[in-house]
Nanobody, 123 residues
């Protein structure tokens, strides 16, 4: 069973930065798609960023130019660097991974999910 564990969330002021990490229990090289998702209270889960096995990335329009997704295969870890944070970025952030299927920001079905890490941005 593959396990994903997020870390790096916290409380920051608007304009600040955070880097989220997603540690994967098994070798991540070759995963068809890995991504970050977020869900704010009372809202549906939305895709934030995805990265495929070839390194191609996709971002939600709301985070383009501010967030960067990356992965370190040697450390089996997925990252999300978040800069210029806004109060509307406040949400529970979760990582997800799958060895199969397409990789796009609207994808919701993934084989593996983490428990999430809370990000709170104050104005």
């Amino acid at each position: 069973q593959v396990q994903l564990a997020e870390s790096g969330g916290g409380s920051v002021q608007a304009g600040g930065s955070l880097r989220l990490s997603c540690a994967v229990s098994r070798y991540i090289y070759g995963y068809a798609c890995m991504g970050w998702f977020r869900q704010a209270p009372g809202k549906e889960r939305e895709g934030v960023a995805t990265i495929d096995s070839g390194g191609t990335t996709n971002y939600a329009d709301s985070v383009k130019g501010r967030f960067t997704i990356s992965q370190d295969n040697a450390k089996n870890t997925l990252y999300l660097q978040m800069n210029s944070l806004k109060p509307e970025d406040t949400a529970m952030y979760s990582c997800a991974a799958d060895r199969f299927g397409g990789c796009y920001i609207g994808r919701r079905g993934f084989a593996y999910w983490g428990q999430g890490t809370q990000v709170t941005v104050s104005s």
